[in-house]
Nanobody
Framework: QVQLVESGGGLVQPGGSLRLSCAAS????????MAWYRQAPGEQRDVVAT???????NYVDSVKGRFTISRDNAKNTMYLQMNSLKPEDTAVYYC?????????WGQGTQVTVSS
């Protein structure tokens, strides 16, 4: 059984930066897709960034040029680097992993962008 534990959220001023981490425990043989989602109050959970095994990445238009999805295989951890943060980025962020034909979700971490 794989578990995902998120960290790195918090309060930041507009224009600031945060790096979210998602550490995976358990045995993983093959990663198919890793992604980050976010859910603002009263809104549905929407995809923010995705990365396939082949290395291709995709970002929602509102974060292109500001967010970067990456991973460290040695640490079994995926990251979301968030720069030039805006108040509109305020949400609970969730990591997602599809590995060995199964889907896994992190517990979520709050990101608040406010002055």
């Amino acid at each position: 059984q794989v578990q995902l534990v998120e960290s790195g959220g918090g309060l930041v001023q507009p224009g600031g930066s945060l790096r979210l981490s998602c550490a995976a425990s358990g045995s993983i043989s093959s990663i198919n897709v890793m992604a980050w989602y976010r859910q603002a109050p009263g809104e549905q959970r929407d995809v923010v960034a995705t990365s396939t095994t082949g290395g291709s990445t995709n970002y929602v238009d509102s974060v292109k040029g500001r967010f970067t999805i990456s991973r460290d295989n040695a640490k079994n951890t995926m990251y979301l680097q968030m720069n030039s943060l805006k108040p509109e980025d305020t949400a609970v962020y969730y990591c997602f992993l599809r590995a060995d034909r199964l889907n896994y979700w992190g517990q979520g971490t709050q990101v608040t962008v406010s002055s």
